[in-house]
């Protein structure tokens, strides 16, 4: 039985949708990839939990910078130099393609993604220029967004404005993915409304079984799985139970749910959080447990199929249909 979860696990291409791995480096400057280190992410640690590709999230805090665009630039720049210092073992995949070939070298590829509309600094060139650098996901807004995208701590009645659908038009113009976690609910419908695209919520849960403002709707759910996106499943205590305590269970309550809502799991992902949160479940404590989720799933008796493609090739699919 072990052996049967662990083999699942290590011939799936696993792809963690939401890393947080930038915010702890920047205030912990000994908190290194390349390094193990206190926090949930390194390389060592990524080859362990069987990670073959992981989103790395730029993030500012809206309060914290005047400048929130050149300050993402200086973000990338940090973030190449410390995949550089790990000696070959990631490398940035910018398409597909260089996903696979990155995976088939038994090397781990880095997407980069941004998250959080304050960081285009309100200028749609900036957009452009980010992409240049690799973005490959915009999560339209963090926890307060901006003036043209609600967040989830926002007033409800903020929606998408006129620039948000600027926005919109060039990340679907360009193949940069749509995330709407923590996008408020006002300003999602807006986004479904506004465009036909695939959109995607890299760290999310299920309001239905955790009512947390930051989870998803069923209707919302339902829409995201039918045009083909999917939802990365979040480690976040709180966002699971409303409580500082999870374990892998209430993570799978999530995924079980969503499932059972939509039919099958071809919307099912993974979005750790991994660094950007302080809390974790008992068992997903830091990026090498991933196999016990695997775990979980085999146990719950999921198939092969289902598990390998919750595990990545659900949001490879999204990503190849999108990115390119
Ligand atoms: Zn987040």
């Keep these: 039985m072990e052996n049967t979860y662990k083999k699942i696990h290590q011939s799936a291409i696993v792809v963690d949708l939401h890393n947080d791995y930038m915010e702890e480096r920047v205030h912990h400057s000994e908190h290194r990839l390349y390094a193990n280190n206190k926090h949930h992410t390194d390389v060592a640690r990524l080859k ?17 910078h005047d400048d929130h665009f050149s300050r993402s630039l200086e973000l990338i720049d940090i973030l190449e130099a410390d995949i550089a210092e790990c000696k070959g ?28 509309g304050q960081l285009i600094g309100n200028d749609i060139e900036n957009i452009n220029k980010l992409y240049q650098r690799g973005m490959r996901y915009l999560t339209l807004a963090w926890n307060y967004g901006t003036d043209w995208c609600g967040g989830a701590n926002d007033n409800e009645n903020k929606g998408l404005a006129e620039f948000g659908k600027q926005v919109i038009d ?3 113009q360009l193949g940069v993915m749509i995330d709407v976690s923590h996008v408020n609910k006002k300003s999602l419908e ?15 849960g299920a309001y239905g079984a955790n009512n947390s403002k930051r989870n998803l709707n069923d209707e919302h759910i339902k829409e995201i799985a039918r045009r083909g996106g999917v939802i990365g499943s979040v ?27 939509t039919g099958n799991v071809d919307c099912i992902a993974l979005g750790s959080d991994f660094d950007g949160i302080d809390i974790t479940p ?43």
């Design 89 to 116: 073992e990631i490398e940035i995949a910018k398409n597909y393609n260089d996903i696979i070939k990155i995976v088939d070298k038994e090397k781990i590829a880095a997407v980069l993604c941004l998250e959080g």
């Design 282 to 324: 008992v068992g997903l404590e830091n990026v090498s447990k991933f196999p016990n989720l695997t775990k979980a799933l085999f146990d719950e008796g999921y198939t092969i199929d289902e598990i390998t493609k919750i595990l990545g090739t659900n949001a490879l699919r999204v990503f190849k249909n999108i990115c390119g």
């Design 170 to 172: 060039c990340l679907n």
């Design 48 to 64: 362990e939990g069987g990670v073959n590709v992981q989103f790395f999230v730029i993030w500012t805090r809206p309060d914290e």
């Design 235 to 261: 480690f976040y205590p709180y966002f699971l139970n409303n409580t500082d305590k999870a374990t892998i269970k209430d993570v799978m309550n999530h995924i079980n749910y969503i499932r059972n809502l």
């Design 190 to 204: 807006d986004v479904l409304n506004y465009t036909d695209a695939t959109v995607i919520a890299t760290h999310s």
